[in-house]
């Protein structure tokens, strides 16, 4: 049978037994006719050289692979809280990635710490007036209660 895409025939081999590979071909792909290992394998760093190997030059270490955190949970949690906060926490928090995609590590580390510092503002001013803002009710309820009482005349 011969091969549309212009490649060697395909089809079964008259020639050759079944189940038997030709001379010089693999079994479904596999390099040298050996299957992958299977198991565990060791685990490694991100950015770590595997044990016995060095690091090559110019490739980051554990620990500094990455673009830092941007902290943009703290903006979200502020939204609901406190929200004039959760602005300038969002704005920072987005501009993290850009900052650091542009080569400016220094200046996308500081716009994560700043998003955390302003998110972390939102979240406890927020969570502040709204505890102040029940214990008000409270009072007000107390006190009316209270009142009416007092106000009973038997």
């Given at each position: 049978?011969?091969?549309?895409?212009?490649?060697?025939?395909?089809?079964?081999?008259?020639?050759?037994?079944?189940?038997?590979?030709?001379?010089?071909?693999?079994?479904?792909?596999?390099?040298?006719?050996?299957?992958?290992?299977?198991?565990?394998?060791?685990?490694?760093?991100?950015?770590?050289?595997?044990?016995?190997?060095?690091?090559?030059?110019?490739?980051?270490?554990?620990?500094?692979?990455?673009?830092?955190?941007?902290?943009?949970?703290?903006?979200?949690?502020?939204?609901?809280?406190?929200?004039?906060?959760?602005?300038?926490?969002?704005?920072?928090?987005?501009?993290?990635?850009?900052?650091?995609?542009?080569?400016?590590?220094?200046?996308?580390?500081?716009?994560?710490?700043?998003?955390?510092?302003?998110?972390?503002?939102?979240?406890?001013?927020?969570?502040?007036?709204w505890a102040a803002?029940?214990?008000?009710?409270?009072?007000?309820?107390?006190?009316?209660?209270?009142?009416?009482?007092?106000?009973?005349?038997?």
């Amino acid at each position: 049978m011969t091969n549309p895409y212009g490649g060697p025939p395909s089809g079964p081999n008259p020639q050759q037994p079944h189940g038997q590979q030709p001379y010089g071909q693999q079994p479904y792909g596999q390099p040298g006719g050996q299957y992958p290992q299977s198991g565990p394998q060791p685990a490694q760093p991100y950015g770590q050289a595997p044990y016995g190997q060095q690091q090559p030059y110019g490739q980051p270490g554990y620990g500094a692979g990455g673009p830092p955190n941007n902290n943009i949970g703290w903006g979200i949690g502020s939204i609901f809280l406190c929200w004039p906060f959760a602005i300038p926490s969002l704005i920072k928090a987005t501009s993290v990635q850009q900052l650091w995609q542009s080569g400016q590590a220094q200046q996308a580390q500081e716009a994560a710490d700043e998003a955390k510092k302003w998110g972390k503002i939102g979240i406890i001013a927020g969570a502040s007036l709204w505890a102040a803002l029940i214990l008000f009710y409270i009072i007000i309820f107390v006190v009316i209660i209270g009142a009416g009482a007092s106000s009973s005349s038997y």
